[in-house]
């Protein structure tokens, strides 16, 4: 094996970015427009949002044990109508704890499923995730609620080109990439995905740490529907579907192994933004939305096919 090939092999974060690149340049080509930083630039604001929803599948992903949340898009869609409603005015910082609050105790609820009840995380987020979908109902009345002007005016501010959304997700990226690979949580959460009772002979707290990644997963999302409000000016019940696909096809290929123990902040990052791109092609070329959604589900499958040999080798040690 050459530097490369162990370079790129340690780094499969690379793969995100440079599909990235090669998808912008045909958007370049086929567009009227030709190369522009304001398409760029564009582009990397909506592929925040799938960032920071990637990372939260990715923390659950990285615990092992084939764990997914899918429990993600109801977070989003009920934070953001409850941002609408108290985020304004003298109720700002009730709002706040509110939601705090409301994510820390969906993150709580799924991890007890998961590590008290032995119940599946896809098959526990899922019935949770239902469970907040009723609540959506009932709240929401089947109404689009717009959020407050001044929550709506900072999520469109821009410095130097970039969206404040964007500044915010960079910011939250180099937090990530420290908390994952320079602390104590993060080599204890790689170590879980090698194995839960490795981790628990190690003397790891396996219980505690994965209730935390549940906790941490859904307070991404409840910021995250809370920016996505503001910035599409509107709550309505759906919002948060559209992202459920995309947040685990961005942590996938971007490097975080289906199986678990190994992850990409990085790769993450440029997963996004390859599929938000990869959506601007296929709008662009006309095709309808059901072929992105068709594109994305085979990347995550051509995914899973090429993680298979590793886990396969990685069970046999």
């Known amino acids: 094996m050459n530097k490369f090939s162990k370079w790129t092999s340690k780094n499969t974060w690379i793969w ?3 599909g990235s690149i090669l998808i912008f340049l045909v958007v370049c080509l086929i567009s009227d427009g030709g190369f522009s930083f304001k398409t760029l630039f564009l582009n990397i604001t909506l592929a925040s949002f799938a960032f920071l929803l990637g990372i939260a599948e990715m923390l659950v992903i990285t615990s092992g044990d084939g764990a997914i949340d899918l429990s993600i898009p109801y977070t989003v869609t009920l934070c953001a109508y409850i941002s609408a409603s108290w985020l304004r005015g003298g109720r700002a910082i009730p ?3 509110l ?3 409301l994510c820390i105790l969906i993150g709580l609820v799924n991890g007890v499923v998961n590590v008290y009840l ?3 995380a ?3 987020t899922l019935a949770v995730g239902y469970i907040l979908f009723t609540v959506i109902l009932l709240y929401s009345k089947n109404a689009t609620v717009q959020p407050s002007p001044v929550l709506s005016k900072f999520a469109q501010m821009q410095f130097g080109g970039f969206s404040v959304i964007t500044i915010l997700c960079l910011l939250f990226l180099a937090i990530m990439i420290v908390v994952m690979y320079k602390t ?3 080599k204890k959460l790689h ?7 490795i981790a628990y002979l190690a003397g790891i707290n396996v219980s505690k740490v994965l209730i935390t990644v549940f906790i941490l997963s859904s307070l991404i999302a409840g910021v995250t529907g809370i920016l996505l409000g503001a910035y599409v000016n509107g709550s309505f019940q759906t919002m948060g579907d559209n992202y459920q696909m995309k947040a685990i096809a961005a942590a996938l290929v971007g490097g975080t192994l289906v199986s678990g123990g190994k992850s990409s902040v990085l790769g ?4 996004a933004v390859l599929l938000t791109l990869l959506g601007t092609m296929i709008t662009i070329t006309g095709l309808s939305a059901g072929w992105q959604s068709i594109i994305e589900g085979a990347v995550i499958i051509l995914i899973l096919v090429a993680a298979e040999p590793g886990t396969k080798k990685r069970k046999a040690r």
């Open 191 to 197: 170590a879980l995905g090698q194995g839960h009772h």
């Open 122 to 124: 896809m098959i526990g």
């Open 16 to 18: 995100s970015f440079a």
């Open 268 to 271: 993450t990052f440029g997963g």
């Open 99 to 101: 939601i705090l609050g």
């Open 95 to 97: 709002g706040i704890f």
């Open 184 to 186: 104590a949580f993060g």
């Open 118 to 120: 032995h119940v599946h």
